[in-house]
């Protein structure tokens, strides 16, 4: 036996770096793993900590339980501390209902994509809205298929560069995306509607409110309640990762606007979003241009 | 409609679908979804009626997709589930039931069939990769009360989907009955069941048709699923049940299952007192089909026949069964009501004993009456190909 003599400096790997442990102490609670398979600027993991701190932080962890569809967001399934049930592509829905019926005391959300929600199985998102079902989904929307590679879904917008649709996503052609909280909204069962997005700190801080008042329509059992979020996709997307957001700002951000559809049976279209964005951009401008903002 | 028939007050009338629904409840069904289709139509009305009364859910869903989707979700929390259809509505529902194969989830599906044209869908499925269904089909409304128990006891058993294969004549034949509930031996709680108590524990449980686990818990990859799910496959195929009468010294074995088997049974017993040496094999489960059975009455018969309403499906079993010890010859047919939902001529004992007999003596298959006025035109260049 040789005995080894180590050269350079000892580094104790019995304890994580400062820096991880920084990354560590803000792990969400319901997180098993920092580990992922997600590619670098995804927005996917941004969402899924929106909802799991917000879970935290209610006190119903608990007794909450996740239904996932198919998608890249599957892998979520085996890092979330949350028991779950796995539902086939577009099922989830209605899945979550069985779910709730027999354990109506938990809260329980289903966890979807685009592709998975809007084209596989929309009709159960919409049958399980108007039944007024006490469930929460949760739709990641980067308007294309991640998983397989980069393909046009039912919320790819015009003119959006796909595998499929390789010259842009042309009206004529493809037909138009669906704005699926205008869908959603209008059903008498659905309590809260909402869209956020991950694209900045603001989105994020504004998407967390969202999923806050959506379980507490559950738990408060006011109807069935729905998060959409506009998730980055660089890679589905063909931009370089650190383009993403601001990509998703100027593409799927443009059609799928940002804010609350339906909040105390109050509907407001996708529509009236845009112009109130628009009223609130011009009057910034004006009071810039009167020489600065009055908070 | 029920009625209690004086000086029988233990026993109610009531029509099979309505039966098969009591028996469920007796089994602690407590979640049942689907969709109204004829002949299944009944089961689903009495679940509405009678599941919120005995504290369960019964939910109309707005498609079959959805039905089965709604028992999976129902089945994931550790309670006792069913949907069901006809074979067309089942067709439909085949994704899950191949993928609830593979979680593990023990459904009970009803398939109230439009005839006994979905043998193959019960017993190969019509659905992806590699998986089995135990499928029992009662000959009456009295023997679904109970092999109903027995499903919900096997899919639980075995955590594997359970077909209980029905027909018109099942869910619609009154008959005065009891709902007795069954015992069966004790089974291990459900501790793969989600309730949601366990997320945030860092013990937090998933049930999953993909070869995945959570995080620092063993994990199977899908092909290591896969092949688990294959070890119970032998496993299952211990659960056959078979009737057989009249083997002994038969030079003829008909081979029936379902409601037909009932007029098939009462056909045989008229041509044994006739001297005829006839015999019959039904199938109780369809899988596992009863092979050994099928093989050991061959042994001795000159000749076996198949008896289904289709255009032949189990007679493929029964060959597998025979093993070329005999011939095999399919004495069914396609046979339903004129709508399709209901059975047709050919289930009517004379004409049952007229095909059992023409087999049994060597002669032609006779034309069943009012079947002989068809005329299927082929068109031209396939009358050259039957040439
Ligand atoms: S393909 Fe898109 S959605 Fe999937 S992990 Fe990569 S960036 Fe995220």
Redesign the interface.
């Known amino acids: 036996m040789s005995t080894h003599t180590p050269r350079g400096p000892v580094l104790d790997t019995t304890v994580a770096p400062a820096a991880a442990r920084i990354v560590e102490a803000l792990r969400p609670e319901l997180l098993l793993t920092q580990e992922h398979h997600m590619c670098p600027g995804c927005g996917e993991p941004l969402a899924l900590r929106g909802f799991l701190d917000t879970l935290s932080e209610m006190g119903v962890a608990q007794r909450s339980i996740a239904v996932a569809g198919i998608g890249c967001y599957t892998s979520f399934s085996g890092t979330m501390d949350v028991d779950l049930v796995q539902a086939l592509h577009g099922r989830a829905p209605s899945v979550a209902t069985g779910v709730k019926r027999m354990k109506p005391d938990a809260v329980v959300f289903t966890l979807q994509g685009d592709g998975d929600m809007v084209n596989e199985g929309l009709q159960e998102v919409l049958h399980t809205a108007a039944r007024g079902e006490q469930v929460t989904c949760i739709l990641l929307n980067n308007g294309v298929f991640g998983e397989t590679g980069g393909h046009m879904t039912a919320t790819s917008v015009i003119g959006q560069r796909t595998k499929n649709s390789l010259d842009g996503r042309d009206a004529e052609y493809h037909g138009y995306p669906i704005l699926i909280g205008d869908l959603v909204s209008r059903l008498e069962g659905a309590a809260y509607v909402a869209r956020g997005s991950v694209h900045n700190a603001g989105a994020v801080a504004r998407t967390k409110k969202m999923f806050r008042r959506a379980f507490e329509t559950q738990v408060e059992r006011r109807g069935f309640s729905f998060v959409e979020v506009l998730t980055m996709c660089p890679t589905g997307w063909f931009v370089p990762t650190a383009d993403g957001p601001g990509y998703m700002n100027d593409t799927l951000g443009e059609v799928h606007i940002m804010g609350e559809l339906k909040v105390d049976g109050v509907v407001r279209t996708t529509d009236e979003l845009r112009i109130e964005n628009e009223h609130r951009q011009h009057e910034i401008e004006a009071a810039l241009a009167r020489g600065g903002l009055d908070t | 409609m029920t009625a209690t028939l004086p000086g029988r007050a233990e026993r109610t009338l009531m029509e099979g679908s309505e039966a098969l629904v009591r028996a469920s409840i007796a089994a602690g069904c407590?979640?049942f979804?689907g969709y109204p289709m004829t002949p299944f139509t009944e089961v689903l009305e009495h679940f509405a009626r009678l599941l919120p009364e005995a504290g369960g859910?019964c939910?109309n869903?707005?498609?079959e997709?959805?039905?089965?989707?709604?028992?999976?979700?129902?089945?994931?929390?550790g309670?006792r589930?069913a949907t069901g259809s006809t074979g067309q509505g089942l067709s439909l529902m085949q994704?899950?039931f191949s993928?609830l194969t593979l979680?593990e989830l023990p459904m009970v599906v009803f398939n109230m069939a439009r005839g006994q044209q979905d043998y193959f869908q019960a017993t190969r499925g019509g659905g992806h990769g590699d998986y089995r269904h135990i499928v029992l089909a009662p000959q009456d409304v009295r023997e679904g009360v109970e092999l109903v128990q027995l499903a919900f006891f096997l899919a639980d058993k075995w955590r594997n989907p359970v077909l209980v294969y029905g027909d018109y004549l099942l869910a619609h034949t009154q008959e005065a009955l009891t709902i007795e509930t069954l015992q069966f031996p004790e089974l291990p709680p459900k501790s793969w069941a989600?309730?949601?108590?366990?997320?945030?524990?860092?013990l937090?449980?998933?049930?999953?048709?993909?070869g995945?686990?959570?995080?620092?818990q063993p994990?199977f990859g899908q092909e290591g699923k896969a092949q688990y799910i294959a070890t119970k496959t032998p496993l299952m195929e211990r659960e056959v049940r078979v009737e057989t009468g009249f083997l002994d010294d038969a030079e003829t074995v008909i081979v029936t299952f379902g409601s037909p088997a009932k007029f098939v049974k009462y056909a045989i017993k008229q041509l044994r007192a006739d001297g005829h040496r006839i015999g019959y094999v039904r199938p109780i489960t369809l899988w596992p089909f009863p092979y050994d059975t099928v093989r050991d009455a061959a042994a001795g018969a000159r000749r076996v026949g198949s008896f289904e309403l289709s255009a032949g499906q189990m007679v493929d079993d029964v060959r597998i069964g025979v093993s070329g010890q005999a011939p095999v010859t399919f004495i069914g047919g396609v046979s339903t009501d004129h709508s399709g939902f209901g059975m047709g001529r050919m289930l009517d004992v004379d004409v049952i004993r007229d095909r059992i007999l023409a087999l049994h003596t060597d002669r032609e298959l006779p034309v069943i009456p009012g079947y002989e006025e068809f005329t299927y035109a082929l068109a031209p260049h396939q009358q050259e190909a039957a040439r």
């Open positions: 407590k979640f979804a859910t939910i869903a707005e498609s997709l959805e039905a089965v989707g709604m028992a999976w979700g129902a089945l994931a929390t309670e589930a994704e899950s993928e979680a989600v309730d949601g108590t366990k997320s945030g524990s860092g937090s449980g998933s049930v999953t048709p993909l995945v686990s959570k995080h620092g994990s």
